[in-house]
């Protein structure tokens, strides 16, 4: 039998995250598989766990041989694991110890079921589309990366205004001096790019999104464009500071003047596993506790709910 390999990726800034990691690679050694951790994190697992047995990722096993990935934290420890997998195909089931957590799928009361399932591999699996990064100075590319949630450009010093024109399928749009730009995808958009007031947008439609940060001028809306297209941000010769290029708040990269940061969909989906598949709606709800008492719900012909 082919020996099944699932990593545990958990917050090792939280004690409720290690502890729950740990149960978790009990749960796994019991069912006959193989868990496995990130290299960075092998001391404080190997600390909260008292043994010293715990595989490493990318030394005894590679992103290729992973079946699953177990996140145990909340969206911030979700991106992190997708970095840590990018390169496989393994999909990512969250278990929600953060706030928010629009990405985890099951709740911390739900951990035993939920690598119960995953052992099974009942689960569905849902894929959301990411953004391909670049950076360009003149012909040049400087920099590459990725993106789940967004890439934002960004000003570097508190005091200096960042000086950018944005741009849309190679054609200037409009130019302005504002805090930074997002560019995000669906799943970011109730992310940084929901903070600075950009559109909430189903994570099932392909698009890319475009949010000004504090821009100083007339047009500088949200902006919604076709998964086919691409947005970039140029920094201006005429910006009296520097920027910074952030992708999902983890990597980072210093933006000169003249600096183009281009973004378009990826080839690369990150992958989801889904116990409870649902309407996007209620998850909504759920998160932002918002207040739908006294919803009655369609009724069909003869006055009955569907």
Same mark, same amino acid.
Request: proline letters at 6%; a negative charge; aromatic letters at 4%.
């Given at each position: 039998?082919? /020996? ?14 290690? =502890? %729950? ?17 990130? %290299? ?29 990935? !177990? ?15 990018? $390169? ?18 099951? /709740? ?11 052992? /099974? ?25 990725? %993106? ?30 504002? =805090? ?16 600075? $007031? ?26 919604? !464009? ?10 201006? =010769? ?58 009655? $719900?369609?009724?069909?012909? /003869?006055?009955?709910?569907?």
């Amino acid at each position: 039998m082919t /020996e099944r390999h699932i990593l545990v990726v958990a917050h090792t800034g939280r004690d409720e995250s290690l =502890d %729950a990691a740990v149960r978790v690679v009990h749960l796994l050694r019991e069912a006959g598989v193989t868990p496995v951790v990130p %290299a960075e994190s092998l001391d404080d697992l190997r600390d909260a766990a008292g043994d010293g047995t715990l595989s490493v990722l990318h030394h005894d096993v590679g992103v290729g041989d992973i079946e699953l990935v !177990i996140v145990l934290g909340g969206d911030g420890t979700i991106l992190r694991a997708a970095e840590v997998s990018r $390169g496989g195909s393994a999909p990512l089931l969250g278990v929600n110890l953060g706030h928010v957590g629009f990405l985890a799928e099951s /709740e911390r009361d739900d951990l035993a079921s939920a690598v119960e399932r995953a052992l /099974e591999r009942d689960y569905l699996v849902e894929e959301r589309m990411t953004l391909s990064v670049r950076v360009k100075l003149g012909s040049e590319v400087v920099y590459e990366t990725w %993106a789940l949630n967004e890439a934002t450009v960004e000003k570097a010093s508190r005091e200096r205004m960042l000086e950018v024109v944005i741009e849309v399928d190679g054609r200037p749009l409009s130019s302005f001096g504002c =805090d930074g730009v997002v560019m995000s995808t669906p799943t970011g958009s109730t992310a940084y790019a929901f903070s600075a $007031g950009g559109p909430v947008v189903w994570p099932s439609l392909d698009a890319l999104l475009m949010v000004p940060l504090s821009a100083h001028a007339l047009f500088a809306r949200p902006i919604v !464009i076709g998964p086919g297209s691409s947005l970039a941000v140029e920094v201006l =010769d005429r910006t009296q500071g520097v920027g910074v290029l952030w992708c999902d708040g983890r990597r980072t990269f210093d933006l000169p003047r003249g600096a183009r940061v281009v973004a378009r969909r990826s080839s690369t989906p990150v992958r989801l596993a889904r116990l409870h598949p649902g309407p996007f709606t209620d998850r909504l709800v759920n998160k932002f506790a918002l207040p739908v008492h006294g919803w009655r $719900g369609p009724v069909d012909d /003869e006055g009955r709910a569907p």
